[in-house]
């Protein structure tokens, strides 16, 4: 088994539920703040870490509270942040979250993230080597995607790629990856609505998830994993943990199919507490 490398966002999220979506210029009332860590980047090494030793994080926090939140927060999930960078007279990525009607609208925050560069990480990724596995999302530069894919395709270090938030994907970037995971709304952002002959074209690299309902992939045929079914609080992390969860079940030499089982298992525990990682299964959990 190798080591998991995430290349990523981390921040802090700050939370509010509300039974009323406010319109333009108009305030309401809502029921609950809280504020937890997050990210993408760090959401994913979290739910990796919690399944899985050798768990490591490569990304950037600035040098206020929330920045030293962030690094505690990974260190007591068992995620090794010895690659992490303190930025200087910079902020900690933030993330403004409304949880409304079981759903989450987001605005983000990069600050310090922006920091996440291919001169700051390629020179990391040498501790690496031949059978790891990088998993990245799009809340870092794109250059420092396309640099990092590059190195791995040198070094046949495996890249799982999650795209999100949505940006327009470079075809060389989607020919080099080793899986790309991207939701549905994604998907169809990213294939002009053809995604199901995009999974035809990208078998058993494209995996499109679809929330309660599983996954999808080719392989020959459409394989469809169903998912699993629990009482939803807060679906902020879902996505996240589907991927930290399938990246370990790769990395344990789990078929395609029986790993995205897992990381749909994986997913259904998270939406069942507050906080992107607060429901976060541990091995036991799925065991």
Known sequence: MGNIIVIGSASIDLVVKTDIIPEAGETVMGSSFFTTPGGKGANQAVAA??????????????????????????????????????????????????????????????????????????????????????????????????AVVDYAVQHQIKVMLNPAPYRKLQQDILDKVTWLTPN?????????????????????????TKGADGAVFFDGSLQKVPGFKKEVIDTTGAGDTFNGALAVALNDNKTLEKAVDFANLAGSFSVTGLGAQGAMPYRKDLD
């Open 49 to 146: 870490a919690r399944l899985s030793d050798q768990v490591y994080m490569i990304g950037a926090v600035g040098d206020d509270d929330y920045g030293q939140q962030i690094l505690s927060n990974l260190k007591e999930n068992n995620v090794d942040t010895q690659f992490m960078d303190v930025i200087d007279n910079e902020s900690s990525g933030t993330a403004h979250i409304t949880l409304y009607d079981n759903d989450n609208r987001i605005i983000v925050v990069p600050a310090a993230n922006q920091y996440v560069t291919a001169e700051r990480v390629l020179p990391k990724l040498a501790q690496f080597q031949a059978g790891d596995i990088i998993l990245m999302q799009h809340e870092i530069p794109e250059e420092t995607i396309e």
């Open 184 to 208: 549905e709304t994604e998907s169809e952002l990213l294939f002009d609505n053809q995604v199901d002959s995009a999974l035809q074209s990208y078998p058993r690299k494209l995996i499109v």
